[in-house]
């Protein structure tokens, strides 16, 4: 019941936030979200909720520089053609961000935004898309997760939604689980809760590897499923992930020298 509960808090951020777009205004780098429908919206303020989520916990993850965002597609959907990403808000607040070949763009603080009662908008429907946080640690190969990211992203996404969901939600599973850090709920005495983080291709399988040790994780089509809690796994433990196909950018021998993640 308490995973469903959990489950069902963090729809409303992974479903696509909120319906409606903020008003724009007509620029070379416009993302015209007046005549789409339904574009990926999410609070500037849940946003900053994220970033101070990661400066909070980085030591789970003290090699990663900066939260970085990406865009993440739904159900199949192919690479997003022409993304763009800002903060809108009121007045018309307009703050266009970077964002690189791979989709991934970080957001900076601003008051500025926060006084405009921003959000993050990106052009393209969230039916298709979503834009979700990502920690990795610089080096790895693109096929390799480090648990201590993965426990931070989790922290992240929950704080995210935390500003993004009713407060009763908030308040509802605060009293189930007897925590505010939800994260904790998938801990070591409950051994069934996993928590799923997306992989972006199909998989064969997810194997968590620490010295000499080994486990194999539940996998479901795209997904694959972890205890994040467990002490029995330091922060240096690694989920390789394999795939029924390469990925598109599958890692090389090279890219685990990048810096890229």
């Keep these: 019941m308490r995973r469903t509960l959990i489950a069902c808090a963090l729809a409303s951020l992974l479903l696509g936030g909120q319906a409606a777009a903020v008003p724009g205004v007509d620029e070379p780098s416009t993302i015209h979200v007046k005549a789409l429908r339904n574009p990926e919206i999410q609070k500037y303020k849940a946003i900053l909720a994220g970033l101070d989520s990661f400066d909070k916990h980085h030591a789970l993850a003290p090699r990663v520089p900066a939260l970085r965002f990406r865009v993440q597609q739904r159900g199949g959907a192919g690479k997003p053609e ?26 900076p603080r601003s008051e500025a935004a926060l ?85 972006g291709a199909p998989l064969l399988e997810a194997i968590l ?18 205890g994040l809690g467990d002490a029995e796994w330091s922060d240096e433990a690694l989920v390789e992930l394999r795939f029924e196909e390469a990925p598109a950018r599958a890692a090389s021998p090279a890219a685990a020298t990048e810096t890229a993640g």
């Design 82 to 107: 022409q993304p763009l990403v800002r903060i809108e808000g009121e007045r018309d607040f307009v703050m266009p961000l970077a964002i690189d070949a791979d989709n991934r763009f970080t957001v």
């Design 115 to 199: 006084d405009a009662r921003g959000e993050l908008v990106l052009n393209q429907k969230r039916k298709y898309y979503r834009i979700v946080p990502e920690v990795r640690t610089p080096g790895l190969p693109d096929n390799v997760r480090r648990l201590g990211d993965l426990r931070l992203e989790c922290k992240v996404m929950i704080d995210i939604a935390k500003e993004e969901i009713p407060l009763f939600w908030v308040l509802t599973l605060n009293s189930v689980l007897m925590t505010r850090d939800w994260c904790s709920f998938f801990s070591e005495k409950e051994r069934s809760a996993t928590f799923a983080f997306k992989a």
């Design 209 to 226: 590897s620490e010295g000499n040790r080994s486990k194999a994780l539940k996998t479901e089509k795209e997904e694959f499923s972890v």
